[in-house]
């Protein structure tokens, strides 16, 4: 008897039915599914928190406006006034990535993030957006970026083209953290899991409470930091926007 334990099984992507435009497959995918799920439920859950404003705020209204402001306060805190705009943004990709991550840690569902298509297109969204701005703003003085201010002439050869190679990474770094973050811990969870059936079918009755009581209790610490890293990995991506975004608002870093 074998008992499955592909940890890869879970990430694998099914179309739910085929549609090709213009010889280009389009198809709608159980990833593309689940992003839709995300949102519905992100745009339901502000729209309890929004439903009946008052003075004294009931619980769905004070999580609303917990959530909100601690992004907004993000914002503040690192573009200060200038970056008072892309507040909705910054909170669009937080509350996206978050409620995706949450969704991704429940048996049976997806985890959108976890893969570099989704993560990925974010980062470039979200670089290009940096490049728009900061061109809107400064014209061809965005690309000071690239010439530090103090350093000299002699070390701008070695510096410049360093910054370039540092700022044309940071899309593959912003995407690439979050999708290996959610993956490694989406696999290294559902291979602990997987150690209970498999001592129950080495060991029979024995195996099983053994695998109870020796990785469960390590099941349950994995879960919990996954719960923390689905948090911290939408927390750390709105915060590097907002650090990004300073290049375009002319912040300091």
Known sequence: MMVSTDPMHQFK?????????AGYDVSFTTSALWMVIGVLLLIGVL???????????????????????????IVKDVNHAP??????LVFSL???????????????????TSHIAVTGFMAI?????????GLIKKGFGFFKIFVPSGVPVVLL?????IEIISFLSRPISLGMRLFANMLGGHVALKVFAGFVPSLAVALGGLGMLMGGLLVMPLIVGVTA???????LQAYVFAMLTCVYLNDALGEAH
Request: zero cysteines; charged letters at 10%; aromatic letters at 20%.
């Open 47 to 73: 729209a309890l928190a929004t439903s009946k404003m008052a003075t004294v705020p009931g619980r769905m209204q004070s999580l609303g406006e917990i959530w909100y402001g601690f992004i907004a306060g």
């Open 13 to 21: 992507i099914g179309k739910l039915f085929d549609l090709n435009i």
């Open 157 to 161: 050869f070695i510096v410049t083209p």
């Open 83 to 88: 970056g008072k705009p892309f507040i909705p």
């Open 94 to 112: 937080f509350s996206f990535i978050f409620i995706a991550n949450i969704i991704g840690m429940f048996p049976y569902f997806f985890t959108t």
């Open 125 to 133: 969204f979200t670089i290009s957006l940096v490049v728009v701005v």
């Open 225 to 231: 930091l996954e719960f923390l890293v689905a948090f």
